[in-house]
């Protein structure tokens, strides 16, 4: 994952092991079926990004600076789950945060309470 790595997660399924990986941006997953030692059998994915979200719902729309748009406002990952669904596809689930800044302000502000579920067959 490189700097910022917040969350792992690890599941089993039919014989294979999936990873769950994040960071403040991204959540990326890694699947094994056989010779899980050896790097070359690891297959990778990306699953979501902040960008992607955003893209989806503007975090300008969710934060607010009173009645005044922030100056700065973006997504933010932290922890994750995968589980696997009864008919075998993965399921990833993250909490997404806001993070925002105020005109006129010199601090960042933590919004909570956003989740976000992606589903992978």
Not at 28 to 35: D, I, S, Y
Not at 37 to 50: C, K, L, P
Not at 62 to 81: L, N, Q, T
Not at 103 to 114: C, E, L, M, W
Request: net charge negative; charged share 15%; glycine share 10%.
């Amino acid at each position: 994952m490189g700097d910022g790595a917040e969350g792992l997660s690890l599941v089993e399924a039919q014989g294979t092991l999936v990873l769950a990986l994040n960071n403040s941006s991204k959540v990326l997953t890694r699947a094994c079926k056989q010779n899980c030692f050896v790097e070359a059998s690891w297959h990778a994915a990306e699953i979501d990004t902040t960008d992607a979200l955003s893209a989806a719902y503007d975090p300008y729309a969710f934060a607010k600076c009173g009645i005044a748009r922030p100056a700065i406002a973006a997504w933010y990952y932290e922890g994750g789950a995968v589980a696997v669904r009864p008919d075998g596809s993965a399921a990833f689930a993250h909490a997404s945060h806001i993070l925002k800044t105020c005109a006129g302000a010199t601090s960042i502000q933590y919004s909570p309470g956003f989740g976000r579920v992606v589903f992978v067959p």
